[in-house]
């Protein structure tokens, strides 16, 4: 049950659950949120590491405990947006706890050492994490690295 002064906020980003922790990938259209989420879902994969969609393009964010929550609208539940095919079933789970934020940024942007960003969304203060937009090969091993994934374990 949600934190009883906290509606539903709709959020523009793609939510995954990587081992026990939620990771939420926000940034513009057309950053790369659902290639970026792919690809940690594959590598997780292939390491033999749990991972699911919770929610791709749009999801409602509601605190719980104190925690940030987010689920993906029915209608697009199991849903990821494949750049130029469209929408496609994939794996998924209903709900995800979020633990860190990932911001898809120009390059420029970046900090270079990002230990300590935030980000607050719906009044839960997480760590946030900024790659570089449209640039799985850069973002790939920033977000292994942050979350001790192979090889990074």
């Known amino acids: 049950m949600p934190d009883a002064a906290t509606k539903p906020r709709n959020i523009h980003g793609t939510a995954i659950l990587i081992g026990e922790r939620g990771v939420l990938i926000t940034g513009p259209s057309g950053a790369g949120k659902t290639t970026l989420a792919l690809a940690l879902l594959d590598h997780c994969r292939i390491h033999g590491v749990f991972s699911r969609l919770v929610g791709d393009d749009q999801l409602f964010a509601t605190v719980h405990g104190g925690r940030l929550v987010c689920r993906a609208p029915a209608t697009i539940a199991g849903l990821a947006e494949v750049h130029g095919i469209g929408p496609r079933p994939l794996a998924f789970e209903p709900t995800g706890v979020i633990d860190l934020v990932v911001r898809l940024v120009e390059g420029a942007g970046m900090a270079r050492l990002q230990d300590e960003a935030t980000e607050t969304i719906a009044s ?21 690295a942050r979350l001790s994934i192979q090889p990074f374990s």
Not at 124 to 144: E, F, S
């Open 124 to 144: 839960c203060r997480l760590p946030r994490i900024d790659v570089p937009r449209q640039n799985v090969t850069a973002a790939l091993p920033m977000l292994t």
